[in-house]
């Protein structure tokens, strides 16, 4: 994962303890809160008790006062993430807000419960926390396909450029840049990898692929496919000329494997 992905995470995680103090300052203000009745009526005459919120005492409106802050706060820190990295769901998340301040400032039909009141308030914020959580795996999700995308691209340039050095009769040059070609393209596969818990950058076809089949990102018989490009790309650093025949095909299958759907 890269930093930018931990930094957000980093952020995200200070977000959501944030949201655990809401949700707790959320609870005692609800718990605070009363409401009497101002009507009711008995079964018989087919009606029912009506109630209304009561005044809030000096204590309890300080509570509500601090929760509307912090919840704002966090609102406001939040909206910025979801703008920029969740976009599709800017809607769900900034629709929660209104009925989120309805409910601290007690608009809600007070017949419902208090109970119901502050149920209302966690399912709502619930959701803002959930889209905000969602944040880094859309982040690292948006950086893989981007790097999948350049290393492809990169690999058809090299490609091509090592089919004009071998026409231009450059055999040896025509080798080596197929050659890093699929060496950039394994080690983007290396990067992306789950299990793939260690390699280095300096190394060449055979070692990448072996790192790969151990980590069970390429199968057995791709592997042995490997074999072969990865040899004519170690004769293309011996002194004496590599064979045309052979470059030609390390050029072939190195644009085959780069082409595949494999990362």
């Not at 609800?30 to 009507?39: C, D, G, K, L, P």
């Not at 009711?40 to 601090?66: C, F, I, M, N, V």
């Not at 950086?143 to 450059?170: A, H």
């Not at 055999?171 to 197929?178: D, K, L, M, P, T």
């Amino acid at each position: 994962m890269s930093d930018d992905i931990e930094s957000i995470s980093r952020y995200i995680e200070e977000l959501e303890s944030e949201a655990e103090e809401i949700e707790a300052l959320a609870e005692e203000y609800f718990s605070n809160v009363e409401r009497h009745v101002i009507r009711s009526s008995s079964p018989r005459a087919g009606g029912g008790t009506e109630y209304e919120w009561s005044t809030l005492d000096d204590s309890t409106k300080s509570l509500q006062r601090e929760l509307r802050r912090e919840y704002e706060q966090w609102y406001n820190k939040s909206i910025p993430l979801i703008t920029e990295y969740l976009s599709s769901r800017y809607s769900d998340f900034t629709s929660q807000q209104d009925l989120i301040n309805r409910t601290i400032n007690l608009l809600r039909d007070p017949d419902d419960g208090i109970e119901a009141a502050f149920r209302y308030f966690i399912d709502r914020f619930d959701v803002q926390r959930n889209i905000l959580n969602a944040v880094p795996a859309r982040v690292e999700a948006e950086k893989l396909s981007v790097r999948r995308r350049l290393s492809k691209r990169i690999g058809r340039d090299e490609i091509q450029r090592s089919r004009e050095l071998l026409d231009n009769g450059f055999i040896r040059a025509s080798g080596v840049v197929a050659a890093v070609a699929l060496e950039r393209h394994l080690l983007t596969m290396c990067e992306n990898s789950n299990e793939v818990t260690e390699f280095n950058t300096n190394h060449g076809i055979s070692r990448l692929s072996q790192t790969l089949y151990e980590a069970d990102e390429i199968d057995k018989t791709t592997w042995h496919d490997l074999k072969a490009p990865a040899s004519i790309r170690e004769t293309c650093a011996h002194p004496e000329e590599p064979n045309e025949a052979a470059v030609r095909r390390l050029i072939e299958e190195s644009e085959e494997f780069i082409r595949e759907l494999r990362i």
